[in-house]
């Protein structure tokens, strides 16, 4: 009303310098939230490092973490290796082996044939070369105490991951009956969970509640002998439950 008055009289009408539209601070703030609302799950350039150098210092400060295997073959050639290792640390000799690039030396032909019959096994193509595999891997391992403990119980999980179970089955046993008798300790779950699952995987629960029982028998002996507690790893009693279900 009073701007058609004054262009009635004539007058031209012109705003104070002031003045700010209202439709223009519309317009800005709706641009300038649309622009936060746009780049917000952005971080910034100084964020985004920030965030990456954090990373990088707890990848740093986090321990050496177990190195998962691509496929069982690989799984069973890691547990090789290792047999590798400590047999070549039993001396120095004439007799030399090795896969992937890595010599060996052993101190006793026997030993680098253990490794050879191992290689021969996870290297199979076909069910002849693993059966003759095994029966090298029976004849070098008819005594228990021919190798070190830690050696046997690398074997038995070897031969059981391969799905030799048993063959794994015997080596544990035979095992069981020497470190029972004899001045030694339990297994390393790592051998006998390793036969347990084998077992399971082809169905025999009458030889998985058989090694259970042997394991809990070398327990007692080894308890009398010693006077102190030995137990069975829960994970054994697990894969026993699991087969009852299957």
């Not at 705003?15 to 709706?30: D, I, L, T």
């Not at 400060?61 to 290792?85: D, M, S, Y």
Request: aromatic share 4%; net charge positive.
């Amino acid at each position: 009303f009073l701007l058609l008055l004054v262009a009635i009289d004539g007058e031209s009408f012109s705003p104070p310098a002031n003045f700010v539209s209202p439709m223009h601070r519309v317009k800005r703030n709706s641009i300038i939230l649309q622009s936060k609302t746009k780049n917000d799950h952005r971080p910034h350039g100084n964020q985004q490092s920030r965030r990456n150098d954090a990373n990088a210092k707890q990848t740093a400060a986090t321990p050496n973490l177990k190195r998962v295997p691509q496929n069982k073959r690989t799984a069973i050639r890691w547990v090789i290796q290792g047999v590798e290792r400590r047999l070549s640390e039993e001396g120095a000799g004439n007799v030399k082996r090795g896969r992937g690039g890595n010599k060996y030396t052993y101190r006793r032909r026997a030993d680098a044939s253990l490794v050879d019959a191992l290689y021969l096994m996870v290297n199979a193509g076909s069910q002849k070369d693993v059966l003759d595999a095994e029966k090298r891997l029976r004849v070098l391992t008819k005594r228990p105490g021919e190798f070190p403990v830690e050696v046997s119980e690398r074997v038995i999980k070897a031969t059981a991951m391969a799905g030799l179970s048993s063959l794994s089955s015997t080596l544990l046993r035979a095992l069981l009956d020497d470190q029972g008798s004899g001045g030694g300790d339990l297994p390393s779950p790592m051998a006998y969970i390793a036969v347990l699952n084998a077992l399971r995987k082809n169905g025999r629960l009458d030889r998985l509640e058989g090694t259970l029982a042997d394991l809990a028998g070398a327990c007692r002996r080894i308890a009398r002998r010693t006077g102190r507690r030995v137990g069975v790893d829960v994970v054994a009693f697990n894969v026993h439950l699991a087969a009852l279900c299957d």
